[in-house]
């Protein structure tokens, strides 16, 4: 089952850009993206909705107050709010100024160059309401890519520090490029810088309980009461597509399974991994089938939510993908398999 995304179509020019989205209950997802492509870039702000007759339904809303124009902003789920953070400002094309120095700014694939700016806003469930919230003293820094998530009714934010020499010399190698960790109580609204962070991770994670969970190549890390814990483990497998955390503490995986070499180049499947995050036990699942061609290039960039314990959202560039899961996996019989 799929659904279109509010301002993409079938000729349309555009795509989407940047993709959050995050599970506010009843069914329902909030999902914010980067519309690129066309002659205005924009963000965009719309509810998922599960029908009665397991179809998906969009509906496009209204967003936080953005006088700036602010695109790229992710946001995550702390308590009963949903907290809008970072972003970046459009401020020209590569076409426009060539001489323009570009130090201390960012330059996407497509020639654009931002801005990082201050933005964050706090959305009420209840009320549906925003809130903007004003950059003080001791905040993080603006930056590219803030990895944001919620843990109970704290929100923590994990920037890259200062660029390592290999980094500097290698701009691809993120992997070796250490953190900053600051926390923002829903309460008291302060910040509290928690300290260094392990290296940069691109791969998404999941919060379970009072612990958030990143699982990216051979390494498990785990953030929980402001420390940082990585753990090294070969499970078998290479890369992560998505990780979800299901119910209790059982979680979802994707991961690339090795299929042998194909014109000397490795080939890989996708797996799914049912995991154990107490006692890191997991179960290898079926391999997944391989989708049709029109998705399998809107695949590659998306990110997931759970609606619910039996359904998952895949949401891509220009769809959005459900998935039912067999109600067996959430059975007792996973704790005797595990």
Known sequence: MHAKLPGIGSGHEQSADSISVVNI???TAMLTYHLSGGDDVIQKWCMLTLNDDYTIGTEEITGPPNPQ???KITFTRVGEVVVAYGGRVLKMTTSDSMIEN???RGTDTDGELYEDV????VYSI???QWEAVPCVQGCPTPDERPRVFGVGDTLVVNIRGPR????TKYDNILSRQPTLTWEWSLETRLWTQCGDGPPYHSTRGFTAGACHHIYDGSDHTVYSNRKWLEEYYDDGYFGSLFSVHMYGEYNLR???VPMGRKRGRRKYVHGLVLGDIVSLEQVPLALLPDIEPTYRKLLDYFRTVMLNPYTLLLVASEVVLMVDIDPRFLGPEIALVL
């Open 25 to 27: 209950g009843h069914n």
């Open 69 to 71: 124009g602010v695109v």
């Open 164 to 167: 390592s020499e290999i980094c």
């Open 254 to 256: 994707s991961r690339r």
């Open 118 to 121: 201050w933005f964050m806003s």
């Open 126 to 128: 209840d009320t549906a």
């Open 102 to 104: 570009q130090s201390h």
